[in-house]
């Protein structure tokens, strides 16, 4: 008969989502806050919510309700791994304390810091944001503390040539971060057509007329 051979299987209708359920948290978290960043990059922060994680990665809420309990805990965890990247990645790039002048390793370190926010500006916007939502104040605070920490330890030895005492030091490293924060909106700003060296240019250059830091 014709027909006999005519009916084919019908597909499953989300075929990887039966798959990822199989998957553990531990191998889900991941995935899990990658469809965060990039929902936060689409529909800014307020849009990263459980439902959306699941229809990005196409499983149900209890699977993303496995891995964190809400989406405080989600953009905590984003926040912290975001940090750890982007402070690995502008770490990694400073030049040694010894090559060049002071000035040029100012430009160099801008430089190296504006490249990883083009690089990864969605995970920048979550730090630098200004979202009243409690739910994400408290892990910004977190992020931003790390940031600060890093950055003191990294920027010691120049700034204690200015600084008196460890409250002098955390009042410069402030500023210092202040000034990074103001670059990162400029560059992220789709109005201006700034690029890292270019900023970097202008922004380390001025930044070291701050702290007139001899060397």
Same mark, same amino acid.
Request: proline share 7%; hydrophobic share 45%; charged share 25%.
């Given at each position: 008969?014709?027909?006999?051979? #005519?009916?084919?299987?019908? /597909? @499953?209708?989300?075929?990887? %989502?039966? +798959?990822? &359920?199989?998957?553990?948290?531990? %191998?889900?978290?991941?995935?899990?806050? @990658?469809?965060?960043?990039?929902?936060?990059?689409?529909?800014?922060?307020?849009?990263?919510?459980?439902?959306?994680? *699941?229809?990005?990665?196409?499983?149900?809420?209890?699977?993303? #309700?496995?891995? #964190? @309990?809400?989406?405080?805990?989600?953009?905590?965890?984003?926040?912290? %791994?975001?940090?750890?990247?982007?402070?690995? !990645?502008?770490? *990694?790039?400073?030049?040694?304390?010894?090559?060049?002048?002071? =000035?040029?390793?100012?430009? *160099?370190?801008?430089?190296?810091?504006?490249?990883?926010?083009? &690089?990864?500006?969605?995970?920048?916007?979550?730090?630098?944001?200004?979202?009243?939502?409690?739910?994400?104040?408290?892990?910004?605070? !977190?992020?931003?503390?790390?940031?600060?920490?890093?950055?003191?330890?990294?920027?010691? /030895?120049?700034? &204690?040539?200015?600084?008196?005492? =460890?409250?002098?030091?955390? $009042?410069?490293?402030?500023?210092?971060?202040?000034?990074? =924060?103001? *670059?990162?909106?400029?560059?992220?700003?789709?109005? +201006? =057509?700034?690029?890292?060296?270019?900023?970097? &240019?202008?922004?380390? +250059?001025? $930044? #070291? %007329?701050?702290?007139?830091?001899?060397?």
């Amino acid at each position: 008969m014709p027909t006999s051979n #005519y009916a084919e299987p019908v /597909p @499953d209708p989300a075929p990887n %989502r039966s +798959r990822a &359920e199989h998957l553990g948290p531990q %191998r889900r978290r991941p995935q899990v806050l @990658d469809a965060a960043l990039q929902i936060a990059a689409d529909h800014g922060v307020a849009g990263v919510t459980m439902a959306a994680i *699941a229809e990005r990665i196409g499983v149900t809420r209890p699977v993303v #309700y496995a891995c #964190y @309990d809400g989406r405080g805990e989600v953009l905590a965890a984003l926040l912290d %791994r975001e940090t750890e990247l982007m402070l690995a !990645s502008l770490l *990694a790039a400073l030049p040694p304390q010894r090559t060049g002048s002071v =000035e040029d390793r100012f430009v *160099a370190g801008f430089g190296a810091f504006l490249s990883t926010v083009r &690089e990864r500006p969605a995970s920048w916007r979550i730090i630098f944001t200004a979202d009243q939502d409690p739910v994400l104040a408290a892990a910004v605070v !977190s992020g931003r503390a790390r940031l600060t920490d890093r950055v003191a330890t990294v920027m010691r /030895p120049l700034l &204690e040539q200015r600084a008196q005492s =460890e409250r002098t030091l955390a $009042a410069l490293t402030e500023v210092f971060l202040a000034i990074c =924060e103001a *670059a990162a909106r400029m560059l992220l700003d789709g109005d +201006r =057509e700034w690029t890292p060296e270019g900023l970097a &240019e202008v922004v380390g +250059r001025a $930044a #070291y %007329r701050t702290f007139e830091i001899g060397g």
